[in-house]
């Protein structure tokens, strides 16, 4: 079955303890990006990339770090979590960033920093 | 700046009634635009995509329209079900010099009764 899948669904952890969520596609897609959900905001993207060793910032990267060393994993890392890095986590890949290809969205990471 | 708006934030109708989500957006230069479906605890899922010159466009009971003279897309879903209760995610895609970016609507919350 195509799909995204993340890991953990959910995670709860405190202030400065590094983290990485992960993210595996099994479409073949070339880009892979990283969004953040919170109540009131659209979906608002971290970071993206557009193939293999090439990643590039969305538009609230900071305090976040991703990597792209297979076509098929995306990792996100907080080497610093802070509180308001609470949020919905979702990791999205597509056929190619351009034209007419759906986002196709993983079901999520509730991360909670205290 | 670019902007996407959604109407009504929520809204609650009867099993079997017709409901129409309205999307209106300030993007340019405009590249497409798509609906998704959000399922409470679940990643969004891909309904429609429309490029500027469609019209409409329909996924089983999902209809999309686009206006892009006036800037305006709509969501009409016909004859609803309980599983139609979900989130409705309007998203502009934007081009600019061969690169694109994705502008998330806030969502219309949708809850159908029985």
């Known amino acids: 079955e195509a799909q995204v899948t993340q890991n953990p669904r959910y995670l709860i952890t405190v202030t400065g303890k590094k983290l990485t969520v992960t993210c595996s596609q099994n479409?073949?897609?070339?880009?892979m990006s990283w969004y953040r959900q919170d109540p009131g905001l659209g979906l608002r993207q971290i970071y993206y990339?557009?193939?293999?060793?090439?990643?590039d910032k969305g538009d609230v990267p900071e305090g976040y770090k991703v990597s792209r060393k297979e076509k098929r994993n995306f990792p996100l890392i907080l080497e610093s979590p802070s509180p308001n890095q609470t949020s919905l986590y979702f990791c999205?890949?597509?056929?190619?960033?351009?034209?007419?290809?759906?986002?196709?969205f993983g079901n999520g990471t509730r991360l909670t920093v205290t | 700046k670019n902007q996407v708006e959604q109407s009504p934030q929520s809204l609650i109708i009867l099993e079997g009634k017709n409901c129409t989500l309205q999307?209106?957006?300030?993007?340019?230069?405009?590249?497409?635009l798509r609906w998704y479906k959000q399922d409470t605890g679940r990643g969004p899922v891909s309904l429609t995509i429309m490029t500027f010159s469609e019209n409409t466009k329909s996924n089983g009971r999902y209809t999309a329209t686009l206006d892009a003279d006036t800037k305006q897309s709509s969501l009409h879903i016909t004859a609803s079900q309980l599983s139609d209760s979900a989130s409705y995610i309007c998203v502009v895609s934007a081009s600019r010099d061969g690169t694109y970016k994705y502008i998330f609507g806030t969502g219309t919350r949708l809850k159908v009764l029985a």
């Open positions: 999307c209106n957006y300030t993007v340019s230069p405009f590249s497409n």
């Open positions: 999205a890949s597509s056929l190619s960033r351009v034209g007419n290809s759906p986002l196709h």
């Open positions: 479409m073949n897609h070339e880009y």
């Open positions: 990339s557009m193939n293999v060793e090439v990643t």
